[in-house]
Structure formats: C-alpha cells, structure tokens
C-alpha cells in the first residue's frame, strides 16, 4: 500500500502505460488503472471507459471526481463516480471526511472497492440498491453501521478488513 508514494515515471516509449497528471493510464488512455499522489480533484478524460477497482485506492485525499464533457461512460454525482447511466457507483471520493453517507436514488450496484479506506462510519444504502458487491467497503477503520433494504444482495466478503461494524436491514 504506497500511500507515501511521491514519483512514479514512465518511459514515454511504454507501450502498456501512460502518465499524466499522477494518473496511470494504458496507453491508448481507454483505461484509468491508478490515481497517484495527494490530489484532491480529478478530471475523469472523455477517453476512459474503464477504471480499474483499485484506480481510486492511493487517493485517500481526493475530494472531488469530475468526468470530462464527452465521456460516455461514466458520470459524476456530489464528486463521486458513477455509471454514466447511474446505476452503478464506482468509487466514493475519500478525501470528503464524511461521517456518514447515503447513495443516491437509482443506483442498483456497488462496485467493489467503492468506498475503500474511507473515514465513513454510516453508509445507508438506498431503496434501490440490490447488489453490495464483494470488497465494496475494505479497509473502512471508522465504519461502525451499514444500513441496506431487506433483500439486498451482500456478497461474501461486501465488508472485508474492517473489525466492528453492525448491519440494518430495514
């Protein structure tokens, strides 16, 4: 886990990897594979139409995710990442240091690693939300209570590596 992690340098004849801005794309820039550094905003670019689970992990300070105007596949709601449609929610912005949080209407599945090492200690998941998917909340230290509609589907391991933590189902 690199959280202290200044540099990274990539070889501009890399084949397989791109750098730009502390982001680590392929080098066609379709894939999104990590966010570097202490950023605080991001600029998802029209070109990404995949992000990989772990993209957002090293980004604990990040509090405001932003896709760029073209980009058909994904969507930002409060400075999170969704699915362009919605349904999905991909990565929660850790660097908000909220207390508690509730997903937005519409969003049927939580990817897993959304709301990784965040200092959330409620998540209350929506009506609409039917599938919590495995090592959606990992490393969650201050998560103390997750609150789900009867019915959700939790997958094995939904919560991994975070001790405490009581589930509501209403």
């Keep these: 886990n690199c959280t202290s992690?200044?540099?990274v340098l990539i070889d501009g004849e890399n084949p397989y990897y791109y750098l730009e801005n502390n982001a680590v794309y392929s080098a066609?820039?379709?894939?999104?594979?990590?966010?570097?550094?202490?950023?605080?905003?991001?600029v998802l670019p029209?070109?990404?139409?995949?992000?990989?689970?772990k993209a957002f992990f090293l980004a604990r300070k990040l509090k405001n995710i932003q896709v760029a105007s073209g980009n058909?596949?994904?969507?930002?709601v409060g400075g999170h990442l969704y699915?362009?449609?919605?349904?999905?929610?991909?990565?929660?912005?850790?660097?908000?240091?909220?207390v508690e949080f509730t997903t937005i209407a519409?969003?049927?599945?939580?990817?897993?690693?959304?709301?990784?090492?965040?200092?959330?200690?409620?998540?209350?998941f929506s009506d609409d939300v039917k599938l919590i998917s495995m090592g959606a909340m990992y490393e969650m230290n201050?998560?103390?209570?997750?609150?789900?509609?009867s019915g959700t589907t939790l997958q094995e391991e939904a919560v991994m590596d975070t001790e405490g933590v009581t589930y509501t189902e209403r």
């Design 28 to 42: 066609d820039k379709k894939t999104l594979y990590a966010l570097l550094g202490q950023a605080t905003d991001y």
């Design 72 to 76: 058909t596949t994904y969507k930002a």
């Design 106 to 124: 519409g969003v049927t599945t939580i990817q897993s690693g959304c709301f990784y090492g965040g200092t959330l200690e409620k998540i209350i």
């Design 83 to 98: 699915s362009a449609d919605g349904k999905t929610m991909i990565a929660f912005a850790q660097g908000q240091n909220l």
């Design 46 to 53: 029209a070109s990404v139409n995949n992000v990989d689970i």
């Design 142 to 149: 201050k998560l103390q209570n997750i609150s789900y509609k």
């Design 5 to 7: 992690l200044k540099t």
